[in-house]
């Protein structure tokens, strides 16, 4: 089977691997047909590391992920044909925090696409049943947007958005357009600023309302998402942030830049939550792609087959508003 293969930072190799072997109890096969570039699969390009986590050594990339089911445990509701997505972190199961339900926090979760652990971007993957969700009337490009949505599913539950609340967003990347349509599916009123106006176009064109940077008149949201991880980022969402509100930390930035003014925090009784990937999210993913089916054409505008994926990842403009979906 090919899959995309990081060697090292610049050296990503489409490869002839040898297919998965025979099914595991509780496994399912799935032959991948869509997965979306995630700004980690660009940053280990890059970089070759992302904070602790080091390319070591050759690493299928990939996490954004959905396919068909080949072969399924018989006790389970999953259908060979089937259109599924792939939730990419399989926890422990076994610690106190996935014994309590927050297992995106469990210590030693096999993240896909994060070293050692290969990702999806091979045309076969054998993945837990448990982690597999079957994705109705979807298109694999449609469901491969459960991944990054969950992350702004998860940052909505954690500051508890409520029908009716002003709701503000910094950064209109694909993150923070996905965070704006979850909240706005908790029907609250959402608004989403960025310093590009490629990427305001593209939240204006999923019926987002979007405004430059800055532009937003302060203490006034009861919510904020801070998509981008960048200090200016941060200094507009705790600026903006209305008396008592909540503050959701999405955007990963360096240590230098992810600052926060504490004594502002204190003083107007913020309520800041950092968000680390998500938990229990996909069935509600999956939902909401089939609510908004007919606003995601931002997400699915660009295509390419896995042997453009070297020559893609070269060009400057990665991450493209506002996804770049690779087909197997």
């Known amino acids: 089977m090919l899959a995309a293969v990081l060697h090292?930072?610049?050296?990503?190799?489409?490869?002839?691997?040898?297919?998965?072997?025979?099914?595991?109890?509780?496994?399912?096969?799935?032959?991948?047909r869509a997965v979306g570039i995630c700004g980690s699969d660009v940053h280990y390009y890059e970089q070759g590391r992302i904070g602790d986590?080091?390319?070591?050594?050759?690493?299928?990339?990939?996490?954004?992920?959905?396919?068909?089911?080949?072969?399924a445990p018989t006790d389970s509701a999953l259908q060979v044909g089937q259109v599924v997505a792939?939730?990419?972190?399989?926890?422990c199961g076994r610690c106190v925090y996935c014994r309590t339900g927050h297992y995106n926090l469990c210590p030693t979760v096999?993240?896909?696409?994060?070293?050692?652990?290969?990702?999806?971007?091979?045309?076969?993957?054998?993945?837990?049943?448990?982690f597999v969700y079957a994705a109705g009337e979807l298109t694999p490009d449609e469901a491969s947007l459960a991944e990054p949505l969950s992350v702004g599913i998860y940052a909505v539950r954690r500051c508890g958005v409520q029908l009716g609340e002003r709701v503000a967003v910094i950064g209109a990347g694909p993150i923070g357009v996905l965070a704006a349509l979850a909240a706005e599916g908790q029907g609250a009123s959402v608004g989403i600023v960025d310093i590009d106006?490629?990427?305001?176009?593209?939240?204006?064109?999923?019926?987002?309302?979007?405004?430059?940077?800055?532009?937003?008149?302060?203490?006034?949201y009861a919510v904020v998402l801070e998509c981008t991880g960048t200090k200016a980022g941060i200094h507009e969402a705790l600026r903006v942030a209305a008396r008592g509100g909540r503050v959701a930390l999405i955007g990963m930035g360096t240590p230098e830049n992810?600052?926060?003014?504490?004594?502002?925090?204190?003083?107007?009784?913020?309520?800041?939550?950092?968000?680390?990937?998500?938990?229990?999210?996909?069935?509600?993913?999956?939902?909401?792609?089939?609510?908004?089916?007919?606003?995601?054409?931002?997400?699915?505008?660009?295509?390419i087959p896995l042997a453009d994926l070297p020559r893609v990842l070269r060009e400057p403009t990665i991450p493209r508003p506002l996804k770049t979906i690779v087909h197997l």
Not at 12 to 27: A, Y
Not at 269 to 283: E, K, M
């Open 86 to 91: 792939l939730e990419p972190g399989i926890p």
């Open 197 to 220: 106006e490629s990427r305001r176009r593209a939240a204006q064109d999923t019926g987002l309302r979007a405004a430059e940077l800055g532009s937003m008149e302060g203490e006034a």
């Open 8 to 32: 090292a930072p610049h050296d990503v190799r489409i490869e002839d691997r040898p297919e998965p072997g025979r099914l595991s109890p509780g496994f399912v096969r799935v032959a991948v």
């Open 110 to 130: 096999q993240f896909l696409a994060t070293p050692p652990v290969d990702g999806a971007m091979q045309e076969v993957v054998i993945h837990p049943v448990d």
């Open 258 to 303: 992810m600052v926060v003014n504490g004594l502002d925090v204190n003083v107007r009784g913020l309520h800041v939550h950092g968000i680390f990937r998500y938990a229990h999210t996909y069935t509600a993913a999956l939902a909401l792609l089939h609510r908004y089916r007919n606003r995601l054409h931002p997400f699915l505008a660009e295509s």
């Open 53 to 71: 986590f080091v390319l070591r050594e050759p690493m299928v990339l990939g996490h954004e992920a959905a396919g068909v089911v080949e072969e």
